[in-house]
């Protein structure tokens, strides 16, 4: 299966993840996201349409590592140093991961939308980290699953050249996200059809939270994005599970972001020597 990379990924794991989740959730319900939740989340038998905003918006953590570009610009960290910083299944546990599988290459060809217009392109060559546009240098995704419940975490750190690089990038996918409501990806196994929308607590200079239905093959699922700039790197974090208009669950589900997020955002700080 082949989707976006920097969050929906390329040909490995997080698209791996993505069907998984869908698979699991035609067979069994679960928890919305990790260890936050505590009950079981009802299966949506007939869940909203990938062109439909959600009706309940996630209501995240804000925290102090939000926005966190710190002082100095940081240094420039390695593919290897990346990978030590990238989230576990001692961060969440109960999910688990292959370091071998992690995917260090650089996204430096843009995806051809089938539909989503300008905007669009936008919004996916920044979530995307496109090299081409951005100068992206290094950067590392790694995929953390819990296959039974259907449930995904996407970890990734992109390198830029420049400090301000990474807020050109995540400032040119703020704009893309506002004017992007519905997108279409047409890939080797069909279509994969995506419907952002900000979370707009985390719509900030240096911060971007959406979430999206993201429908593979007529299936849908529900991914909740955060991505911060850390002086010269972009954090994301990205949680995948079964679609849910449950206010608590969504709650829970922001919850866990923005904690996975803060715990990848202070790992590269300290790395970049960033106050």
């Known amino acids: 299966?082949?989707?976006?990379?920097?969050?929906i990924k390329g040909s490995?794991?997080?698209?791996?993840?993505?069907?998984?989740?869908?698979?699991?959730?035609?067979?069994t319900s679960g928890t919305v996201t990790g260890s936050a939740a505590s009950t079981s989340a009802p299966r949506v038998s007939s869940p909203p349409p990938a062109?439909?905003?959600?009706?309940t918006p996630i209501k995240p953590i804000t925290s102090a590592v939000s926005s966190a570009s710190g002082a100095?610009?940081?240094?420039?960290?390695?593919?290897?140093?990346?990978?030590?910083?990238?989230l576990t299944d001692k961060d969440d546990p109960g999910y688990t991961y292959d370091p071998a599988r992690d995917d260090k290459s650089v996204k430096d060809t843009p995806e051809v939308?089938?539909?989503?217009?300008?905007?669009?392109?936008?919004?996916?060559?920044?979530?995307?980290?496109?090299?081409?546009?951005?100068?992206?240098?290094?950067?590392?995704?790694?995929?953390?699953s819990k296959v039974a419940e259907g449930h995904g975490i996407h970890s990734s750190v992109a390198?830029?050249?420049?400090?301000?690089?990474?807020l050109t990038m995540l400032a040119d996918l703020a704009a893309g996200l506002k004017g992007c409501k519905s997108l279409t990806l047409t890939q080797s196994d069909g279509p994969v059809t995506m419907?952002?929308?900000?979370?707009?607590?985390?719509?900030?200079?240096?911060?971007?939270?959406?979430?999206?239905?993201v429908t593979i093959n007529g299936n849908t699922i529900l991914m909740a994005f955060e991505l911060d700039h850390v002086g010269k790197a972009v954090s994301e974090v990205v949680l995948i599970?079964?679609?849910?208009?449950?206010?608590?669950?969504?709650?829970?589900?922001g919850s866990t972001l923005g904690r996975l997020s803060d715990i990848q955002v202070e790992r590269l700080k300290a790395a970049q020597g960033i106050n």
Request: charged residues 20%; aromatic residues 4%.
């Open 1 to 7: 299966m082949q989707a976006m990379r920097f969050g």
């Open 12 to 27: 490995s794991a997080t698209a791996a993840l993505a069907a998984a989740a869908l698979t699991a959730t035609a067979c």
């Open 51 to 55: 062109t439909s905003s959600p009706i």
């Open 72 to 86: 100095g610009s940081g240094v420039t960290l390695t593919t290897d140093q990346i990978s030590k910083l990238l």
């Open 113 to 144: 939308l089938t539909a989503g217009g300008s905007d669009c392109q936008t919004f996916v060559d920044a979530e995307e980290a496109l090299s081409t546009k951005y100068g992206t240098v290094a950067q590392v995704d790694r995929a953390l």
């Open 159 to 166: 390198v830029l050249p420049t400090e301000e690089k990474g």
């Open 195 to 213: 419907a952002p929308s900000a979370i707009p607590a985390m719509m900030r200079e240096g911060e971007v939270g959406f979430i999206s239905y």
């Open 241 to 253: 599970g079964p679609t849910t208009n449950d206010e608590k669950k969504l709650e829970q589900m």
